[in-house]
């Protein structure tokens, strides 16, 4: 085509473009246009481009581009904007507001796997599972899931000692191995023994859907279900959706069956005499329990929960444990001392129990710190439901705002050296003065995350156990992880480390 003709085309389509752009210019984009953000370009918006980059440069612009544009920043996929919080006022008045509390769109890309179970679900069906659920979560509870914690990892010990030759190897799939025998156990009373056996179907298609969502989120392409599911992926995923959802019905209806038969009294269960639930039961049998006596859950509402802690319950503490190793493993000083400290603590206990975590202290601020640096979710959004002001401009409702937690955590106004490993940033003193919504790994406010001290007595006893028995080496550095920002935030590689016996 002669070059005058193409740029005539080219005029034409650009103004047809703008011309239609300005008259749907609705409300929406008046507002969100006066927010300080990139170059939108036509079409693409703003944020298109970066998608075809590699992944890890999302890490770098979580962490640091962001803050480049001021308090709050606006971004454009295509035509849906998005207003990106980075300040913990900010923040606060996102996450701390019993009104905004509806999922952001993206939250779609998982609703076919969990349906509306906690993580996903809005208003009077959120606010009415959310008031069954958060007694689940009871310190007495988790007591009992303790001593599956301590199994798991003992067992994950164990299969480590092979690895521990000096040579490098992936951790990653080991630790998830431990994390989904624990969840599996925990939310469905099932014991699918991954760390003995990764080939299981079920396994397989938790890992299967995991990779296709994560390809799906970050592939535009993908997002309209009448495309995805024509592509070999849309029909792989079909695949794992049945196993998953088939597997969870045949599990809930053998426990319905069992607690009809009364079979589960003779599961070593005993009334707890303070809050009057059974210990030793799984997540689903308290379910199901609310089911028969309060009408709590309809079957289907019971299979969207346990898939919700399925999903939620093992690849975000996955994520967790493998940074903490990643930053014990880069600190050798820290690592020694987090030894000293754990080995004590052995001395006194034979095994690990809930009191003896208490003990753990330095452990535990290497968490909080690793979750500072790394967070396992490294952002959410919301939908909102009605205009708000932040950061003195007005965003309109229907508008996306995401809570950049990774960015957030990162604010060198709230953290000096923000990007250095330093856990005594969490010793009393120092937290004392934070904002409390400077440090939101677990989001925070009505919707934060129900699993917290799960998530923390897990992540605490496993590490625990590697370390009293191995010493830590990792072999990829700041600068060479590739840490990619999807749903969870996770090395790109997997974690590779080498273990030497410290016996
Ligand atoms: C280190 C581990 C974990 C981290 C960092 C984490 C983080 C989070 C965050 C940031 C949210 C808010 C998500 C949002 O608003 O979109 C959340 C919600 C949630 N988490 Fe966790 N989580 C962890 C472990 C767990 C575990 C072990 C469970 C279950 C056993 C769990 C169950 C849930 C559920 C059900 C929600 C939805 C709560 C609601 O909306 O009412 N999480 N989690």
New binding site residues.
């Given amino acids: 085509m002669d070059p005058f003709n193409l740029l005539l085309i080219t005029v034409t389509v650009l103004i047809l473009y703008f011309s239609l752009e300005f008259l749907l210019r609705d409300r929406i984009t008046k507002y969100v246009d006066k927010i300080p953000g990139p170059i939108k370009l036509p079409i693409f918006g703003t944020t298109w481009p970066l998608l075809f980059l590699p992944k890890s440069v999302m890490f770098i612009v979580s962490k640091d581009v962001l803050r480049s544009y001021g308090p709050i920043m606006r971004s454009w996929l295509g035509r849906e904007p998005a207003i990106h919080c980075i300040e913990p006022e900010n923040v606060e008045i996102i996450l701390n507001n019993s009104i905004q509390i509806t999922?952001s769109k993206m939250?779609k890309i998982v609703h076919p796997w969990l349906g509306d179970?906690?993580?996903t679900s809005a208003g009077e069906k959120?606010h009415k599972h959310?008031k069954f659920?958060t007694p689940t979560f009871h310190f007495k509870i988790l007591e009992n899931f303790v001593d599956i914690f301590v199994e798991k990892s003992q067992k994950l010990v164990e299969i480590l000692k092979v690895k521990a030759d000096g040579d490098i190897f992936n951790i990653y799939p080991y630790i998830t191995r431990c994390t989904l025998d624990i969840?599996c156990e925990?939310?469905m009373g099932v014991k699918i023994n991954a760390l003995d056996n990764p080939e299981n179907e079920y396994i397989k298609s938790i890992y299967g859907i995991t990779k296709l969502t994560m390809k799906r989120l970050t592939t535009p392409l993908l997002h309209p279900d009448f495309i995805f599911y024509k592509t070999p992926f849309g029909k792989e995923y079909n695949k794992y959706l049945t196993i998953l959802h088939n597997f969870t019905k045949q599990v809930i209806q053998d426990r319905k069956k069992a607690f009809k038969n009364d079979h589960l009294h003779s599961l070593n269960t005993s009334i707890d005499e303070d809050i009057g639930i059974k210990k030793r039961q799984a997540?689903l049998d308290l379910f199901i329990e609310m089911s028969n006596k309060e009408n709590a859950f309809t079957d289907e509402e019971i299979k969207e929960q346990v898939d919700?802690?399925m999903f939620?319950?093992?690849d975000?503490?996955t994520?967790?444990i493998n940074w903490a190793l990643f930053l014990l493993g880069n600190h050798q000083d820290i690592q020694d001392k987090v030894y000293e400290e754990v080995n004590q603590v052995f001395q006194n206990y034979e095994n690990l129990t809930i009191n003896s975590l208490n003990d753990l202290k330095l452990l535990e601020r290497c968490c909080k710190e690793a979750?500072r640096l790394y967070?396992?979710?490294p952002a959410?959004?919301?939908e909102l439901t009605r205009d708000i002001e932040l950061g003195g401009y007005l965003v309109p409702a229907d508008c996306t705002v995401a809570v950049e937690?990774l960015s957030l955590h990162r604010n060198p106004k709230v953290y000096s050296n923000p990007d250095n490993f330093d856990p005594d940033r969490f010793l009393p003193e120092n937290t004392k003065n934070r904002h409390p919504y400077a440090y939101?790994?677990?989001?925070a406010g009505?919707?934060?995350?129900?699993?917290?001290k799960?998530?923390?007595y897990?992540?605490k006893i496993i590490l625990a156990y590697i370390l009293k028995n191995y010493k830590i080496t990792s072999t990829q550095t700041e600068e060479t992880i590739k840490p990619m920002v999807e749903l969870i935030l996770r090395p790109k590689d997997g974690l590779f480390i080498k273990l030497e016996p410290r016996v």
């Fill in positions: 999922k939250y179970g906690l993580l959120w959310r659920i969840i925990t939310a997540f919700t802690f939620e319950g093992h975000t503490t994520a967790a979750l967070p396992s979710v959410i959004g919301r937690i939101v790994p677990f989001s009505p919707r934060n995350c129900i699993g917290q799960f998530a923390i897990e992540e």
